[in-house]
């Protein structure tokens, strides 16, 4: 690939959690992903470019027993394991192509998860994920504690960790939906909460040497969870699918919702259903949809749109 070149893409989003998807073959996949890190940068700027919270590239020939393999990158060029968000869309894209169907298997770096269509009137509703069980264990975290003050879970449980920042102390509980995550229950009202300097600080905490995606959350009086993200390597979006999964399993595990009820998650862009059930895996229900379609124009030597 060299020169300006034009590329297809769409631009869809899950609860406000938006992606930019292209299409590609294995020899044109190669080379994309090959520049990947700069391209998701150039298109996923707000003001510069398409505007996302990352790019998305979709193999349609599958990977092993998945009908789709997905490589994402977050808007600031890394790469990502997984998105809850970007599942739904991906299988909103197969659905597309299969309209009969009513099951798919997706494969990311995080591994294969099956989603499960619902129709509404003809159309499709809400794609279900199954995003597969929870873990837990500091080694499989990768969990860095030395220095940390910390309270260790009970089996099937996540540690407690109080962690500094902006001169104050938070609990979080660390867990890994395919990606990693630490939940953070607070008691002010989350619009009072500085993300761009609290997601941070936590995110990027020693004890999490890979980063960490962070969730700060409250519980209303009807008993929904209420929840603000901040992204590695995209900062604060407007929903996080496997932070939503996340945010249930803890919310479970101390107490505030009961393991095997549907739980509500209200997040900026819009609602998703969680369900982690009893034989452990996480299921996440919500929308998937289309915002528009575009041929993007990007210089590969310069890197630049």
């Not at 761009?196 to 040497?209: K, N, V, Y």
Request: glycine share 12%.
């Amino acid at each position: 690939m060299s020169g300006r070149f034009e590329l297809p893409f769409r631009k869809m989003h899950g609860c406000g959690n938006d992606y930019i998807f292209v299409e590609a073959d294995r020899a044109r996949l190669a080379v994309l992903l090959e520049h990947a890190p700069a391209l998701a940068r150039s298109m996923s700027a707000r003001h510069y470019g398409v505007g996302s919270d990352g790019l998305v590239f979709l193999d349609f020939a599958g990977d092993g027993d998945a009908d789709l393999r997905m490589h994402m990158f977050n808007a600031d060029g890394s790469r990502g394991e997984t998105c809850g968000n970007a599942l739904r869309c991906a299988a909103r894209l197969l659905w597309e192509r299969e309209p009969s169907a009513r099951s798919f298997r997706i494969a990311s770096d995080a591994g294969v998860v099956l989603a499960e269509l619902e129709l509404e009137g003809g159309d499709l509703g809400e794609i279900v994920i199954d995003m597969g069980q929870p873990r837990f264990s500091p080694e499989e975290l990768a969990l860095q504690l030395e220095g940390v003050e910390a309270e260790p879970g009970a089996e099937d449980q996540p540690w407690a960790l109080r962690l500094p920042a902006a001169g104050r102390s938070f609990t979080v509980y660390p867990l890994s939906m395919g990606n990693p995550h630490a939940v953070c229950f607070v008691d002010e009202a989350l619009d009072e909460l500085d993300l761009p300097l609290l997601g941070p600080a936590l995110g990027r905490a020693s004890c999490f040497p890979n980063g960490a995606n962070i969730e700060f959350v409250q519980q209303d009086a009807e008993g929904m969870l209420l929840q603000r993200s901040w992204e590695r390597g995209s900062g604060e979006t407007l929903a996080c699918g496997s932070g939503a999964c996340a945010v249930a399993v803890v919310a479970a595990c101390t107490g505030r919702s009961v393991r095997g009820r549907p739980q509500r998650v209200l997040l900026r862009g819009g609602e998703l259903s969680i369900t982690w059930s009893a034989s452990g895996s996480v299921r996440m229900a919500g929308p998937a949809r289309e915002v528009y379609r575009g041929l993007y124009s990007w210089d590969a030597k310069e890197g630049r749109s």
